[in-house]
């Protein structure tokens, strides 16, 4: 019974030394890996037909202005794939001094304010997948303030 309580008590005095240290550096080098990895979109939330009825709605949009007010109103209702719609159709559209993603209203914030301050994780996920910045607005907040 002693060698077992031994057994017992030297993974636990290892644990106090250097030999923690060791996993805790494989961890950290885990995390950087994942920290660089691109976030995938969400999956579609709706049928293809509808997505691809959405697609041309986008494509109608009649200017980069129209599209991002639409853009900022379907992530404020989390319209997830209608923002996955324009941001497909407008990142091939715009200019390259436009960025979709990050335009704002009047208000100077963008979806992702509008999408992170009415809970809509999958909007925020998808805009920020598609590069959407951590902007201040007029007040001042982030979108995660």
């Not at 976030?39 to 986008?58: K, Y």
């Not at 704002?104 to 909007?123: E, F, I, P, R, V």
Request: proline share 5%; hydrophobic share 30%; aromatic share 2%.
């Amino acid at each position: 019974m002693s060698s077992t309580t031994s057994a017992t008590k030297a993974p636990n005095n290892k644990r106090g030394g250097g030999s923690n240290s060791n996993p805790k550096r494989k961890n950290n080098n885990k995390k950087s890996t994942k920290a660089k990895q691109i976030t995938p979109d969400p999956p579609l939330e709706c049928t293809q037909e509808d997505f691809d009825s959405l697609l041309q709605d986008a494509s109608e949009l009649v200017d980069f202005d129209e599209a991002s007010s639409e853009l900022i109103d379907c992530a404020r209702y989390g319209e997830v794939d209608a923002c996955r719609a324009i941001l497909d159709v407008w990142s091939v559209k715009q200019q390259p001094s436009q960025n979709v993603v990050n335009a704002m209203d009047n208000s100077q914030s963008t979806s992702l304010h509008k999408a992170a301050a009415n809970g809509h994780l999958s909007t925020v996920q998808l805009l920020l997948s598609r590069g959407a910045d951590h902007l201040q607005n007029e007040s001042g907040n982030t979108p995660l303030h």
